[in-house]
Antibody
Framework: EVQLVESGGGLIQPGGSLRLSCAAS????????MNWVRQAPGKGLEWVSV???????KYADSVKGRFTTSRDTSKNTLHLQMNSLRDDDTAVYYC???????????WGQGTLVTVSS | DIQMTQSPSPLSASVGDRVTITCRAS??????LGWYQQKPGKAPKRLIYAASSLQSGVPSRFSGSGSGTEFTLTISCLQPEDFATYYCLQYNSDPWTFGQGTKVEVK
């Protein structure tokens, strides 16, 4: 069974930093492409970033230069380092894994990040 | 950036209806499009990938079509569990972009 479990969310002041983690089991973060998707309260889905199997990363314009996606292959874990947080970064952050070979698509349960003073 | 525009929003329908949601891309994206269903308080679930391929385990009443700039998601016979919000996502070019969502609500 595939599981993606996010952690690291919480309340943070504007300008602060937070690191989200996504522990994967049943899929390997290096042979899948892994995304972060967020959803502000009452709003639609917003794609945040992708890291491809080869390690290339891409970001939404709204987070470029502030957020960094990385992975720890020894722990089969994905990370999202979020710096210079703003009020409009408040959202539930989902980790999403897609296995290219099978087109299977898996989502975590999400972790809430609240940016507020 | 590629803009994805969904219509209609919202969509009022009844159980048993045939429902069609459209997603238009601001430029051609080949067939690099997925459709997602989200229910309140839950993570989204992908229904369709590559514009028309049904995700494993998804009921066959869901279907997708289109290529280039215009895409549709069709539910052939709406079931009670299908009342939800639907999103398209283009992954043809960075940054990937979602449509704004279409809420399918009870008529």
């Amino acid at each position: 069974e595939v599981q993606l479990v996010e952690s690291g969310g919480g309340l943070i002041q504007p300008g602060g930093s937070l690191r989200l983690s996504c522990a994967a089991s049943g899929i390997t973060v290096t042979t899948s492409y892994m995304n972060w998707v967020r959803q502000a309260p009452g709003k639609g889905l917003e794609w945040v970033s992708v890291i491809y199997g080869g390690g290339t990363t891409k970001y939404a314009d709204s987070v470029k230069g502030r957020f960094t996606t990385s992975r720890d292959t020894s722990k089969n874990t994905l990370h999202l380092q979020m710096n210079s947080l703003r009020d409009d970064d408040t959202a539930v952050y989902y980790c999403v894994g897609t296995v290219a070979a099978t087109a299977a698509d898996y989502w975590g349960q999400g972790t809430l990040v609240t940016v507020s003073s | 950036d590629i803009q994805m525009t969904q219509s209609p929003s919202p969509l009022s329908a009844s159980v048993g209806d045939r429902v069609t949601i459209t997603c238009r891309a601001s430029q051609g994206i080949r067939n690099d499009l997925g459709w997602y269903q989200q229910k309140p308080g839950k993570a989204p679930k992908r229904l369709i990938y590559a514009a028309s391929s049904l995700q494993s385990g998804v009921p066959s009443r869901f279907s997708g079509s289109g290529s280039g700039t215009e895409f549709t998601l069709t539910i052939s016979c709406l079931q009670p569990e299908d009342f939800a919000t639907y999103y398209c996502l283009q992954y043809n070019s960075d940054p990937w972009t979602f449509g704004q969502g279409t809420k399918v609500e009870v008529k």
